[in-house]
């Protein structure tokens, strides 16, 4: 699709314009907090404190500093500087977190196997689509077995696409199926989102990683963007939430949450 913003900086530009209400409009979200106690229970189960954790798209710094607060020695980074001074603003007196300003395709400022765990979480992969590139970077940092968190967009969310589908936009309903990406827009600053499918995960990763457990997030049950949804049929949400706990790691039906939650362990020498 011709115009589409590719370059590092349209995505840097645009959460900077988003920073500084980011934590009102996302992090008081009752479904994003739910998706992050999954993502916490999954590192707490692969590594304990005082184990090195790097967050490489950190945002406003909320995971690394649940994790430093949990004992964890946590480092955020992220390509966007205004969230960054956000994070270092909410850390402050906090021993534990560290934030940088840095792209997940240059970790150069990190030594090498220096941490037992990295994670992407929310969709930051989907800023990119050199996924090699990113592989290096992680796999260079990590410890050998260390681990690999990501919670990215696929190809097809069935929530989304009934959802654009039942008021007749066709087109929005399968916008993560176009190849070159799709334009998203904060604000008025635009960027380019791709949307990874386990199978090209799985084959640019296999080099360094094993995948060693995958499953999807919001199948049935409303995701964080649904939220009105979710206030308005609280029961029904919940008992959608609990079809998706027991199905999220059936084949097919796995890959076709608005998220999906991959762990790669890094292959030894």
């Known amino acids: 699709?011709?115009?589409?913003?590719?370059?590092?900086?349209?995505?840097?530009?645009?959460?900077?314009s988003i920073a500084e209400q980011y934590d009102l409009t996302f992090e008081a979200n009752a479904i994003t907090q739910r998706l992050r106690q999954k993502v916490y229970s999954i590192i707490e189960s692969l590594v304990h404190p005082p184990a090195r954790i790097l967050d490489i798209n950190c945002g406003t710094g909320t995971d690394a500093l649940y994790l430093a607060k949990r004992g964890f020695l946590a480092v955020g980074v992220d390509i966007s500087e205004k969230m960054i001074a956000e994070a270092r603003r909410k850390s402050k007196g906090l021993t534990k977190a560290e934030f940088v300003v840095s792209s997940?395709?240059?970790?150069?400022?990190?030594?090498?196997?220096e941490f037992d765990l990295v994670l992407s979480n929310f969709g930051g992969l989907n800023c990119t689509k050199d996924l090699r590139t990113v592989r290096n970077q992680v796999a260079n940092r990590l410890k050998p077995n260390g681990y690999f968190v990501a919670v990215v967009m696929p190809p097809f969310s069935l929530w989304e696409t009934v959802a654009f589908a039942a008021r007749g936009r066709f087109k929005e309903a399968f916008r993560r199926t176009q190849a070159l990406g799709t334009e998203t827009r904060f604000n008025s600053q635009a960027f380019t989102v791709y949307y990874h499918s386990l199978g090209r995960i799985t084959q640019e990763f296999a080099d360094d990683f094993r995948v060693t457990q995958f499953f999807g997030l919001n199948i049935f049950s409303p995701p964080p963007h649904a939220m009105k949804f979710a206030a308005r049929f609280p029961n029904?949400?919940?008992?959608?939430?609990?079809?998706?706990?027991?199905l999220c790691r059936l084949p097919?039906?796995?890959?076709?949450?608005?998220h999906c939650l991959l762990i790669l362990q890094k292959r030894t020498a």
């Open 1 to 16: 699709m011709p115009g589409l913003a590719k370059r590092p900086s349209d995505v840097a530009s645009a959460f900077d």
């Open 104 to 113: 997940f395709d240059s970790l150069d400022h990190f030594a090498n196997n």
């Open 236 to 246: 029904l949400t919940s008992w959608l939430e609990t079809i998706d706990d027991a």
């Open 252 to 258: 097919i039906l796995r890959s076709m949450g608005d």
